[in-house]
């Protein structure tokens, strides 16, 4: 199973490159639009919100797969090794249910409002929120692939 998370990880951060480099032609060409010909693009800027958005939701999966999300572990690395791992399947188990949580929201908000469109490039919001919903999809399979693998983890292991 850890080859396929792996190649998933490696997936989600090349499209997130892609996003990335979007971002930053349609920060680039808008700031020139502004200042040499006086004019701004809506379309534009709403291709930055939506690059920004799908970048960094498909990168949550992948930090996760690789646990270098945002952690703050002072004193889970003074905890002893079999309390710290009851700590680890708690923390497991609360990204699983808010992701969870924010698919179940998602569904709930695109069941009205999945064809309303967004302003300038005319997106419906299936479209504009599908990187939002991928990320947080990944993101649970993810946190329950390392639920499972902390659960079969040998006390010595790390």
């Known amino acids: 199973m850890e080859a ?59 930090l996760t797969i690789e ?3 945002i952690v703050v572990d002072i004193i889970l690395m003074r905890l002893p090794r079999g309390v710290r791992s009851v700590f680890d399947i ?4 609360f ?15 695109m069941e009205k409002n999945w064809n309303v469109r967004t302003p300038a490039m005319r997106l419906p919001n299936a479209i504009f929120y599908l990187p939002v919903a991928l990320g947080i999809l990944f993101n649970l399979i993810a946190s329950l692939w390392l639920f499972g693998k902390t ?6 292991s790390k």
């Open 67 to 69: 646990r270098k999300q």
């Open 4 to 62: 396929p998370v792996q190649k998933l990880s490696k997936v989600l951060q090349s499209s997130a490159i892609v996003f990335l480099i979007v971002l930053i032609f349609s920060i680039v060409i808008q700031i020139i639009m502004r200042n040499v010909f006086n004019a701004g693009s809506v379309v534009l800027e709403e291709l930055a919100r939506f690059s920004l958005v799908s970048l960094v939701f498909l990168m949550i999966p992948a």
């Open 95 to 109: 990204s699983c249910g808010f992701s969870v949580f924010i698919l179940i929201a998602i569904a709930l908000i």
């Open 90 to 93: 708690v923390i497991h188990l």
């Open 151 to 156: 659960l079969t983890r040998k006390e010595g």
